[in-house]
DNA sequence: TATAGAATTGACGTAAACGTAAAAGGCGCA
DNA sequence: TGCGCCTTTTACGTTTACGTCAATTCTATA
């Protein structure tokens, strides 16, 4: 039992059971509409934190898979581990209101968005001094180029 | 007790302390002096960017080492990898004006200055997203403490 | 002299997020 | 039927800057 779903194949010459409009994906699909590699994918599932079906031995994505997997997109895009996304995804629960995930959620994201804060006083550091540094340098190697010889540090 | 300090010259065979204010320290001093491990002063031997004296097994880091442990220092603190900061070091030549190291550290500068900048633009971003995020997050849970039941995705 | 406090050289461990083969199975198509 | 493409699993490699023992030696001091 093959499932190509996707984009054009109009052919579906034999089989495909397909749930009606379950679009599901295969890695490289996905891979490529995400913008990730397989590695990753794999990595991921690895990991935890996408669980695709299979046929037989090759993967499935359904649109749960692409929602986790956009959510994992975002928490690493803000700066979250793996292991912190994780966490959180593991509190996910369909049948209940998710406060406790919302909660640990809102407790990581306010301790990121202070590393966030702290990273980029950090940063601006780094550029007010580099600038300086090569404010200074340029001074010298000017002084290197108009007068003669030494001059000790 | 031994202290050989002088670069090179002078054989000094045998012991007696020499040059007067030449203020060698031990790897226990330096670390403690600039906030840093033995580890670190170890590693940063191994790799080529510090040289102390030995008197038998023991490192003595002269003034110039210190000079050039405050290099490093500076460079990591602006977010140059060891190996840049070697790059740049190993340029250095104390009979001559200097000019290539000083090209070179001035290219690297704004090199490191541009990443710096992304850097802070991403982190920008990150803070942006997470914020906005954590309002949505707010939302639901005061959604979820005022509202009974369900409300999917 | 006994003991504590430095110092030495290995050398493996760590953390994160994949990269990169390697070897093999399956499928459609010309 | 052979080719090429996709996919699979396994597993070691990469990067950076040290951390953390371990075993040993040297030195200073009480």
């Known amino acids: 039992m093959k499932l190509i779903s996707a984009g054009e194949t109009a052919a579906n010459t034999n089989n495909i059971p397909v749930e009606a409009g379950e679009d599901l994906a295969r890695i490289g699909e996905m891979a490529k509409k995400y913008g990730v590699t397989l590695r990753t994918l794999r990595f991921y599932e690895d990991k935890g934190l996408l669980n695709p079906q299979r046929d037989g031995s090759t993967r499935l994505y359904t649109r749960r898979d692409k929602a986790r997997l956009k959510l994992i997109l975002l928490g690493r895009k803000v700066g979250f581990s793996l292991r912190d996304v994780k966490q959180m995804m593991d509190l996910y629960d369909p049948t209940g209101s ?56």
């Open 98 to 153: 998710n406060t406790k995930q919302l909660r640990l959620a809102l407790d990581k994201s306010e301790k990121q968005l202070a590393r966030l804060q702290k990273q980029r006083a950090l940063i601006d550091d780094a550029i007010n001094e580099l600038s300086g540094s090569m404010s200074a340098v340029r001074q010298m190697l000017i002084e290197r180029t108009t007068a003669p010889a030494s001059a000790a540090s």
